[in-house]
């Protein structure tokens, strides 16, 4: 199966097609609700905040929609403070390590 793969780089939203396994639904459904909780937003303001409606967030977190387009994850991660591969189940933390971009100052003597 071919699905688009997404990802943000210096403010540019890039699509890549990949092969990946069937999502598991009701797996992006659990993950969803837990950040929105751990966000204290109603499925109401999550709508408002994403632009993506209340009804597709209810059916999205019982897992009743057989799958979920790239913008909805996208809109939905980015009003949650989380990445798409969290929500996804690609990965487990729902956050992604910041890369430090300080350098150390040495003085030559």
Do not use: W, Y
């Not at 209810?58 to 009743?64: A, C, I, M, P, Y």
């Amino acid at each position: 199966m071919h699905n688009l793969a997404f990802f943000f780089t210096q403010g540019i939203l890039l699509f890549q097609e990949v092969s990946m396994p069937n999502l598991d639904m009701q797996e992006v459904g659990r993950r969803l609700q837990q950040a929105r909780q751990q966000c204290g937003l109603a499925q109401h303001e999550l709508a408002l905040a994403s632009g993506v409606g209340q009804n597709q967030i209810s059916n999205l977190e019982r897992g009743k929609k057989p799958s979920v387009r790239a913008d909805t994850i996208a809109a939905l991660a980015q009003a949650l403070q989380v990445t798409t591969d969290f929500l996804l189940g690609l990965e487990d933390a729902p956050h992604r390590a910041r890369k430090s971009t300080r350098t150390s100052k040495t003085s030559v003597a």
